[in-house]
């Protein structure tokens, strides 16, 4: 039996003449909780759907727990809060989970499905009636009503405020430390940064990153080095090793490190330190980077790390 929750291989979809998902590939072990971090169109919904079984790829395979997502589903392992569900009107939350919970053969007790979703104080509201953020928690609380091992959330902050973010994930990190497995999508860094162990960075259909966060701030070569220097011959600075460009501004000069240590080594021995500063790059910094379609994005496709 596969030890992979999720297996995707050579995954491929078109529509019409959009190649939203293009060869993709990405091996999930048990127990990770990965961000999908894409631009809009890179591919994640698409993805997803095909991980759910929604959306029948043109060519590759996609495996739940090492079979069908169908079975997974039915079987009660995974548990998917889509972009944007319709509801069903006219019934409570409690009516709706309790009817959900009903299909599964192991599904949570009601109150603790409603306290990890934190729809206690909703539980006799009328789902029709709820706010975007009520409601969008009512689809959490759908996806972890059978109690799955593998959660999939496809943007599931994408209509709540800060607060309600803040609380949602704490409810998905509570869900994950039980060692289930997550894979969630999203737009913003932070999230990716700060939620998940690892980040797989999606774009034009294809696996450009896949790493932690600090995997990937380095395989985007964006450390920055500054120094003071005299004068505008920027010539020796990019000699040094590890320096892909540099950039003079008001005395200081600008570099750009694929290896800072061997650029501040260098510049030690040429006795260059002035003002010496070292900064990482943010992930906002490598995100663009990967996704810019720039020259330097070919050479990271489907980087490993
Ligand atoms: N049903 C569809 N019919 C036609 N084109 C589609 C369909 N679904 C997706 N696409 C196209 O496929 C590409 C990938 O879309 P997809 O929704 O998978 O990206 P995404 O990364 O989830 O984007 P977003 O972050 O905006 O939701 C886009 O160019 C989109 O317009």
């Known amino acids: 039996m596969s030890s992979e929750a999720v297996s995707l291989t050579e995954l491929t979809k078109t529509y019409g003449t959009v190649r939203a998902v293009h060869g993709l590939n990405l091996d999930i072990p048990s127990g990770q909780t990965v961000a999908l971090l894409g631009p809009n169109g890179?591919?994640?919904?698409?993805?997803?759907?095909?991980?759910?079984?929604?959306?029948?790829?043109?060519?590759?395979?996609?495996?739940i727990f090492g079979g069908p997502a169908e079975q997974a589903l039915r079987d009660g392992r995974m548990g998917a809060m889509p972009q944007e569900g319709g509801l069903p009107s006219?019934?409570?939350?409690?009516?709706?989970?309790?009817?959900?919970?009903?299909t599964y053969r192991a599904p949570l007790p009601l109150e603790d499905v409603l306290a990890a979703a934190r729809l206690t104080g909703e539980a006799g509201r009328r789902v029709d009636r709820l706010s975007g953020g009520q409601a969008q928690r009512v689809r959490f609380a759908l996806a972890l009503v059978g109690d799955p091992d593998l959660?999939?959330?496809?943007?599931?902050?994408?209509?709540?405020?800060?607060?309600?973010?803040r609380r949602f994930w704490e409810g998905m990190r509570r869900f994950a430390a039980r060692g289930k497995t997550v894979l969630f999508s999203t737009h913003?860094?932070?999230?990716?940064?700060?939620?998940?162990?690892?980040?797989?960075?999606?774009?034009?259909?294809r696996v450009v990153a896949d790493g932690t966060s600090r995997e990937i701030k380095r395989v985007a070569a964006l450390t920055?080095?500054?120094?003071?220097?005299?004068?505008?011959?920027?010539?020796w600075l990019r000699e040094l090793p590890g320096v892909t460009?540099?950039?003079?501004?008001?005395?200081?000069?600008h570099l750009r490190c694929t290896d800072s240590d061997a650029t501040v080594a260098a510049i030690a021995a040429a006795g260059a330190i002035r003002d010496l500063e070292v900064a990482p790059a943010d992930l906002e910094d490598a995100f663009v980077?990967?996704?810019?379609?720039?020259?330097?994005?070919?050479?990271?496709e489907g980087t490993s790390l």
């Open 42 to 63: 890179a591919g994640k919904s698409t993805t997803i759907g095909m991980m759910l079984g929604l959306v029948e790829p043109d060519s590759g395979r996609a495996a």
């Open 90 to 102: 006219r019934v409570t939350v409690q009516e709706l989970l309790r009817f959900v919970a009903g």
């Open 151 to 165: 959660l999939i959330l496809d943007e599931p902050t994408a209509a709540l405020d800060v607060e309600a973010r």
């Open 188 to 205: 913003y860094l932070e999230e990716a940064d700060e939620h998940a162990d690892r980040i797989v960075v999606v774009d034009r259909g």
């Open 224 to 235: 920055t080095v500054s120094l003071t220097v005299s004068g505008d011959s920027t010539t």
């Open 245 to 253: 460009s540099v950039e003079l501004r008001g005395g200081r000069a």
């Open 289 to 300: 980077a990967l996704t810019a379609g720039s020259a330097a994005t070919p050479a990271l």
